[in-house]
């Protein structure tokens, strides 16, 4: 079996500060890992995936998220909050099953001007 | 390109009515699958094919039907739509090939059921 916890449903953060979204994974097999953004009214996209390569992985919109085994996270950060990351965001991961993604809760991510 | 079709984007049913949400990808995908999004639980897989022909439920199957006889298409029957299957639906796929299971996803259909 495969989960995600996302933790905090709602994240504000001001702009130009740190972004910090949680991911905590379970996955009874070595993961791959992933954070989607959904704007508004919007289907979902990519950021970022961690596929084993490095444990650092560098997304779009500088967005990145460090795998941590020993912690089973896979956090997301930004060092600097733009007003145009007011989205939401979320973890999940592909573990046993054929193609089989499970996906967290969401964090709905506010930017203050 | 593209990419990952919805049809409709936008739907009202009354209850007991049947309906079937359309999904069509052109990027010859084998994988692909039908998730719901409810606020606060995340997206909820339903259904999920390999290939064309093969079709397997997923978390929340009950009340959803599919089928899968092209590689292109995967659409989804409501035969008897209930007011719990108000949601937003989205269609997603992935190819065989990849060696992530990154999903690409259509922009979703939303449904009110009366």
């Known amino acids: 079996a495969q989960s995600v916890t996302q933790l905090g449903s709602h994240v504000s953060v001001s702009e130009g500060a740190l972004v910090l979204l949680r991911c905590n994974y379970s996955?009874?097999?070595?993961?791959?890992l992933f954070w989607y953004v959904q704007y508004p009214n919007q289907g979902l996209q990519l950021l970022l995936k961690?596929?084993?390569?490095?444990?650092l992985v560098k997304g779009i919109n500088g967005f990145e998220a460090e795998f941590k085994k020993s912690e089973t996270s896979f956090h997301l950060t930004k060092p600097s909050a733009h007003m145009s990351d007011a989205a939401e965001y979320f973890c999940?991961?592909?573990?046993?099953?054929?193609?089989?993604?499970?996906f967290g809760t969401g964090t709905k991510l506010q930017v203050i001007p | 390109n593209a990419g990952v079709t919805q049809t409709p984007k936008f739907q009202v049913l009354k209850t007991g009515q049947s309906m079937t949400l359309q999904c069509a990808q052109d990027?010859?995908?084998?994988?692909m699958s039908w998730y719901r999004q409810d606020p606060g639980m995340g997206l909820r897989l339903i259904h999920y094919?390999?290939?064309?022909?093969?079709?397997d439920q997923g978390e929340v199957p009950n009340g959803y039907n599919v089928s899968r006889s092209t590689t292109e298409d995967f659409p989804l029957r409501l035969l008897s739509a209930a007011p719990s299957q108000t949601s937003v639906y989205f269609c997603?796929?992935?190819?065989?090939?990849?060696?992530?299971?990154?999903?690409?996803f259509g922009e979703g259909s939303r449904l009110t059921v009366l």
């Open positions: 997603a796929s992935s190819g065989r090939t990849s060696d992530t299971g990154e999903l690409f």
């Open positions: 990027m010859n995908h084998e994988y």
């Open positions: 094919s390999v290939g064309a022909g093969i079709t």
């Open positions: 999940a991961v592909r573990g046993g099953g054929y193609q089989k993604v499970t």
């Open positions: 961690y596929t084993s390569a490095a444990t």
């Open positions: 996955s009874s097999v070595p993961p791959y």
